[in-house]
């Protein structure tokens, strides 16, 4: 547990020989202090009024003093005897306060240590020895605190799905990433105390083959639980010509069979067509597999394929699939490169593309349903939103409105989750209200100023990461508003 204040105070009412104005912050209980400003200490005042979410105005409340209550107090204090004490009254600060205590913003971190349980299980992935397409379990899962948050589907130890059983009206959504990892949300207890789930998993993006599946329920405070451990196999029909893209042994021979599925020759794909071929690909932007970029730069892949001994194949047809990033997605072919005669080749991206998995397969005949060599890259594309914020200078008790949309495309039906985030020049983002985007992207906010200026604000739009939405979070262009 963890807790961070944000506030700004004075004492300008001053003190008398047995009376002072003061304020403080206290937890768990009201006489264990954790930060104070007493006038006849010679305090007038902490933290910066001007700029709320500056440093100067962070309080760190320790986990020794965090509890169910956080105290915080402006007021006249002093001894009772010989006479009981009594302030000075007729001063005070420019809003006319002898002793104030301005509470800017308050991020609260909550730990659970009893995890959820499952039970209830079934399911044609609970039980059947062979799956395929999408495979569906179903069982009960209670959480005694924070609630149910989702569902992971792990193979072979790598998280491949995840699924929210209930989004409990919107509130058991993430709001925001944290630097430890975990989700964030904006109620004490977001997700539903149980659930009655029945999920789908999409096998199509696993390959063929036995794998090790593990199915768990996660809650909104990170502690997970079982619902499903055991070994599968998976087997998918390969469609002709979608060329199993590494799910047949290199070097298989093009002479087992054609499309239509009969024994015979079909034609050598490209000069020096090999079953032995290398193919190589890499972007041109980084050597690593997986490239994370913003929305709108276009990308560039380059790739070769060479017969054993380095001989280039010249000529041949590279088939190139690419895997949406989203839940359910399926693979869509994508217009295939041919190498020349020195076997290289490239694929220009476009910018508005969203993330996705390439697959490229090489096929040493035309004809064959098993690949060659094949390669896999990752592209992970930040979200990309534009934000508009009029007017761009107000005051206290007015507003200003937030409009704007979200560039790319495959938005989910029901809209996009988004939070909007603001700041101090400098300082750092905080989390002030979630709203969510349209089906076409389109999202309209409004805030309206509680505290007299002047002051400098920065404002973004954060889209976060979703199961059903193609994009790595992103952030929108930052725009300043002053307050008067």
């Known amino acids: 547990m963890s807790a961070s204040l944000w506030r700004a105070g004075d004492t300008d009412g001053g003190a008398t020989a047995n009376a002072t104005y003061q304020f403080w912050i206290a937890a768990p209980s009201q006489t264990s202090i954790v930060d ?10 902490k933290g910066d009024s001007q700029q709320p979410l500056s440093i100067a105005n962070q309080v760190v409340v320790s986990g020794a003093h965090l509890g169910s209550h956080i105290y915080i107090n402006a007021s006249c204090g002093g001894a009772t005897e010989p006479e009981p004490y009594e302030c000075k009254p007729g001063s005070g600060d420019p809003n006319g306060y002898a002793a104030v205590v301005y509470l800017y913003a308050a991020d609260l971190t909550l730990e659970q240590t009893a995890g959820p349980s499952a039970g209830g299980v079934g399911g044609e ?18 959480d005694p605190g924070s609630g149910v948050y989702k569902v992971a589907f792990s193979i072979d130890g790598q998280v491949v799905q995840t699924a929210a059983p209930d989004e409990n009206g919107g509130r058991c959504k993430n709001v925001g990433q944290t630097t430890d990892g975990l989700p964030a949300f904006l109620y004490l207890q977001p997700c539903p105390a149980s659930v009655s789930a029945d999920l789908g998993f999409d096998t199509t993006r696993v390959a063929n083959g036995t794998h090790h599946l593990v199915v768990s329920v996660i809650d909104a405070a990170g502690n997970a639980a079982p619902v499903l451990d055991r070994n599968v196999t998976i087997a998918n029909p390969i ?18 069979s054609g499309t239509n599925g009969t024994a015979g020759p079909t034609a050598p794909n490209g000069s020096n067509a090999s079953a032995q071929a290398v193919l190589a690909v890499s972007w041109t932007a980084t050597r690593r597999e997986r490239l994370s970029t913003r929305y709108g730069r276009a990308q560039t892949i380059t790739g070769q394929l060479t017969a054993p001994g380095g001989a280039p194949i010249g000529g041949a047809q590279i088939d190139l699939v690419a895997l949406p990033s989203y839940a359910g997605a399926r693979s869509i072919a ?15 991206l476009p910018g508005g593309i969203s993330s996705r998995t390439l ?23 930040e979200a990309g939103i534009a934000l508009s914020i009029s007017p761009r200078t107000a005051s206290v008790g007015h507003s200003i409105f937030f409009r704007g949309r979200l560039l790319g495309g495959s938005i989910p039906r029901g809209g996009k989750q988004l939070v909007l985030e603001a700041r101090s020049p400098g300082g750092s983002w905080m989390e002030f209200n979630v709203i969510r ?3 076409r992207g389109r999202y309209r906010a409004r805030y309206r ?13 954060l889209s976060e990461a979703e199961a059903a939405y193609p994009f790595a979070p992103g952030a929108s262009n930052v725009v300043g508003v002053r307050e008067r």
């Open 239 to 256: 469609p002709p010509g979608a060329s199993a893209l590494g799910s047949g042994p290199a070097g298989s021979s093009g002479q087992t």
């Open 449 to 461: 100023f509680r505290f007299p200026g002047p002051a400098r604000y920065q404002f973004r739009v």
């Open 437 to 439: 985007a349209d089906s």
């Open 125 to 142: 992935l609970a039980s059947a020895p062979s799956i395929s397409g999408t495979s569906d379990v179903t069982f009960t899962a209670t």
């Open 359 to 381: 697959r490229f397969a090489y096929r040493s005949h035309l004809g064959d349903t098993l690949s060659a060599a094949t390669r896999t890259l990752t592209l992970s594309v």
């Open 334 to 348: 994508m217009p295939s490169p041919y190498t020349g005669q020195d076997g290289r080749f490239a694929v220009n």
């Open 36 to 45: 104070e400003c007493i006038s006849a200490l010679n305090c007038n005042g």
